[in-house]
């Protein structure tokens, strides 16, 4: 008989290829378990802790520290050592009043970046999908996997509906109250979530549609002038005028 569901281990040699583990000391590493990002795109919050801020030497230790609620992602005290930590979120480690928030870096990948208390009171998600719900209502699919429900008053207009799929918000954590808005379109700022060109930043030039999301292209123009193109799936949307976030030093 065929195994049924997935297995619940990790092989270190299987893991992504941007984790900070010794793939060939050990056999076995931790596997995230499931939440707001996908394995592919996340690392569990252990190795954040114990290999990423070096916080804890053993995977023992760390353990211990997040059981006993050390630390918070996105304003909420998380538990379990399984938790998947993704691009954009808000770690906090209580009591010593460090922030850090996870960007998309050259060659890392995914990578932290110290903030301070005032930048740790918000997030950007971006707006993967959009759905009507019961009354007209719009629900808004976030790349976390929140959901965002917009309340219309008239169903066959509803002019409270002014985002668009791709776009970006800027929402406060955990209330999850939308601050601002950030439209995918040219002139704005944005970084590159994956593929060859992973955490490069700059403003987009131009946007070609294809059938198909991952089949448009942009182009994006960095502070020396240098293009880049890339997949329009890849691109994140992180400002106007000048980036809401603190990037890596030399990014922007």
Avoid: C
């Amino acid at each position: 008989m065929g195994s049924m569901g997935g297995t619940r281990h990790l092989k270190a040699i299987a893991a992504p290829r941007y984790w900070p583990i010794l793939r060939k000391e050990y056999k076995w590493v931790v596997k995230p378990s499931p939440g707001p990002h996908a394995i592919a795109r996340s690392i569990p919050l252990l190795l954040v802790v114990r290999d990423v801020l070096r916080l804890a030497k053993t995977g023992r230790e760390a353990r211990r520290l997040i059981s006993e609620g050390y630390f918070k992602v996105d304003g909420k005290v998380r538990r379990s050592y399984k938790f998947p930590v993704g691009m954009m979120d808000v770690i906090e480690v209580v009591g010593v009043n460090e922030y850090y928030r996870v960007v998309p870096v050259p060659s890392k990948v995914l990578d932290l970046v110290k903030i301070t208390r005032e930048e740790a009171s918000f997030k950007l998600v971006r707006i993967e999908d959009k759905t009507t719900v019961k009354n007209g209502h719009i629900q808004l699919n976030l790349h976390d996997g929140r959901n965002i429900l917009i309340r219309v008053n008239d169903p066959r207009n509803p002019v409270e509906d002014v985002y668009e799929t791709l776009g970006v918000l800027q929402i406060s954590v955990p209330s999850q109250e939308i601050l601002n808005y950030i439209p995918l379109k040219e002139g704005v700022i944005a970084i590159i979530s994956g593929g060859r060109n992973v955490g490069r930043v700059g403003r987009i030039v131009s946007i070609h549609r294809g059938m198909r999301r991952h089949r448009s292209i942009v182009t994006i123009e960095d502070k020396t002038g240098a293009r880049v193109q890339t997949s329009l799936d890849y691109i994140f949307p992180i400002g106007v005028d000048k980036p809401l976030i603190t990037l890596p030093e030399g990014a922007w």
